[in-house]
């Protein structure tokens, strides 16, 4: 067995703990990957792949659910793990990814992160599983194996995310593609009712806006628990109309330069080194939709309002909303 | 001996691939009727601790204890990592006994090199049933494994192997190159290399620079003439008591190179010494031992 084929430079020093990195929260559809990207381009910080880590507390488990998830679950840290410690995507570097995640079976999922932000000192880490946000557990793990991370919830209109979330299906539908068991029609008929729907039959019929709540809800409850300092939310909207000051803000929060160098080299999130699709052993580990058009505006935003809104929102969609600073397009 | 090349380390026995984590391994080594741990803490003791003295075997077996909830991959690949940039070799026969554990060498190592060692059927044969003698001439029980070598029963009990109607080391040796192909069938064609185990004997200068082509590694002569003095290795010798073992104990007791130990021109035709209805080697094994290059 080579050496090279285990790792082809010597790990850096880890015995400092890792102070800095940043988790974004957001429901899947929330633009979260381009936010993500956007960051990610600034010299201090380094935006990851989708790695779904703290969907399990080992990697053991992890690979588990890999094993039977319906989508590339383990995409994104394989391309991660290629890249930064075998430093290239290539079929070759994935394959060697995946040997070192198996011969770490018996790490927690967290291990695998530290390594990896030890590795890209002094930048942070920027991370968005949208996975994440579907269990409290999750992001506790999250939140107790890096106890001085940062947080910043991305939310999207409600109305916005609803119609978005259909598009996806019908287009989805229209490429002919399997979606019993796909993510997004999970996502479109959340299993959890509303309160309002309670002793109804309206639990059984196609609704975004369950999904919306329920996600949103485990953030917000999440982050009850995470001291202020350590959380922010920005809306989508505000990040795409007006990225410069939404980023100014976001640099302000996490103490990083928000020098017009800065801002530049963060308008090209499409210079992401996981930008694209990923060799055939690792496709993903983004939204795939967003890695074919990989630009700040590369695709359409669909504003509140502009589309038809498939039903009436419930009142307690509106008042989280109106919590996030939505106002319009609500009713 | 290629572990005496300046690039490579030969390691002893590690049976690392017989469980997933360490802990299933120490739970296997209680199993099983051979001296499974020795090996693994003999090359944990040189390689951390510097030596093999009754102290560092048990430093090594502290440090392998530690590390119980550890995958098996993982503990090898430290051990790989603290031999950098030495190419090391793992060689455990307990390896070829079960596609899983094949299987998980090329997941856990995905650019690692097989070498496929073959040997002659009929000297393979004779050599498990002489084992055997030895054992039988002691007056004592011979090791599952022997008797499993020369019967190849699921669960042979002891003592059965002995009976000639079950003796018929030919089955192993069919069945585990032919596992061992099969597994190897999915290796890419760059990572795999087949060696008769007598060629090396008898043209170490020829066989050894060929092996070190595949590797990717130089074989000027200082180096093949370092690898024909196997007795060089750190393991090449009885451990301390509480780890003798790691190694087959007949290179152990002799661990030089002896090229007259390869019988040459060993023909496919013909009885077989453990056959006592005068029956030869089977069409399969024949047909087998010719892939091989063992012509009649």
């Known amino acids: 067995m080579t050496p090279a084929s285990v790792r082809k430079r010597k790990p850096k020093r880890d015995d400092e703990p890792i102070r800095d990195l940043l988790f974004i929260l957001a429901p899947p559809r929330s633009f979260s990957w381009r936010f993500c990207a956007v960051l990610g381009q600034h010299p201090q910080m380094y935006a990851l792949p989708e790695m779904h880590l703290f969907s399990a507390r080992t990697v053991g488990e992890w690979w588990d659910l890999c094993a039977k998830a319906t989508f590339g679950m383990a995409d994104g840290s394989l391309r991660a793990i290629a890249e930064i410690l075998f430093g290239e995507q290539t079929e070759e570097a994935v394959r060697s990814a995946s040997g070192w995640l198996k011969r770490r079976t018996h790490f927690t999922t967290a291990m695998v992160l530290e390594v990896l932000a030890n590795e890209l000192r002094p930048r942070i880490p920027v991370e968005k599983s949208p996975s994440i946000v579907y269990s409290i557990d999750s992001m506790d793990l999250a939140h107790r194996t890096f106890p001085e991370a940062k947080f910043l919830h991305l939310v999207r209109h409600p109305v916005a995310h609803c119609d978005s979330v259909h598009e996806a299906i019908d287009a989805l539908r229209e490429s002919g593609a399997t979606i019993e068991h796909h993510w997004l029609l999970e996502l479109a008929n959340h299993p959890q009712p509303l309160p309002s729907e309670f002793g109804g039959d309206d639990a059984r019929v196609l609704d975004p806006q369950r999904g919306w709540y329920a996600l949103n809800m485990n953030i917000c409850n999440f982050l009850e628990c995470v001291p202020r300092n350590q959380q922010m939310r920005v809306k989508a909207e505000d990040f795409l109309d007006a990225p410069d000051k939404t980023l100014h803000g976001i640099l302000h929060w996490m103490q990083l330069s928000a020098s017009p160098l800065c801002l530049q080299k963060m308008r090209h999130p499409e210079q992401s080194r996981y930008m694209g699709l990923g060799p055939p052993n690792a496709r993903f580990g983004n939204d795939s939709v967003y890695l074919e058009t990989p630009s700040l505006h590369g695709s359409p935003v669909t504003q509140p309002g502009n589309k038809p809104v498939h039903r009436r929102l419930r009142p307690e969609i509106i008042d989280l909303a109106q919590k996030f600073g939505y106002r319009r397009g609500l009713r | 001996m290629l572990g005496q090349h300046p690039d490579m380390y030969a390691l002893p026995e590690t049976n690392l691939f017989t469980a997933e984590d360490l802990a299933g391994w120490w739970q296997r080594s209680i199993h099983v009727q051979f001296r499974m741990t020795d090996g693994l803490r003999r090359a944990v003791a040189q390689i951390f601790f510097g030596s093999q003295t009754e102290e560092t075997i048990r430093c090594a077996a502290g440090w392998l204890w530690q590390r119980s909830s550890c995958s098996t991959a993982y503990i090898l690949e430290l051990l790989i990592d603290r031999l950098i940039p030495r190419m090391v070799i793992e060689k455990s026969p307990s390896t070829v006994h079960s596609e899983d554990w094949l299987r998980r060498t090329m997941e856990m190592f995905p650019h690692a090199k097989f070498l496929h060692l073959v040997r002659h059927p009929r000297g393979y044969g004779d050599s498990v049933i002489k084992q055997l003698s030895k054992w039988d001439g002691k007056r004592r029980e011979a090791p599952s494994w022997l008797i499993n070598l020369a019967s190849y029963q699921k ?29 190897l069938m999915s290796v890419p064609k760059k990572q795999k290399l087949r060696i008769r185990g007598e060629d090396i004997l008898t043209e170490p200068d020829k066989v050894l620079p060929k092996i070190c082509a595949w590797a990717g590694i130089g074989a000027d ?21 509480s780890a003798p073992m790691g190694n087959d104990h007949l290179f152990l007791a002799d661990p030089y190179l002896r090229p007259a130990r390869a019988v040459p021109h060993l023909s496919l035709e013909g009885p077989l010494v453990w056959n006592p209805d005068g029956k030869g080697f089977a069409v399969e094994t024949k047909e087998l031992a010719r892939q091989f290059g063992y012509i009649d």
């Open chain 2, 155 to 183: 669960n042979p009990a002891p003592g059965r192997a002995l009976d000639s109607s079950t003796m018929d080391p030919q089955k192993s040796w069919y069945r585990l190159n032919m596992m061992i192909g099969k597994f």
């Open chain 2, 221 to 241: 002569k200082k180096a093949v003439d370092a690898m024909k003095h196997p007795e060089r290795s750190p393991y090449a010798f009885v451990g301390p008591p």
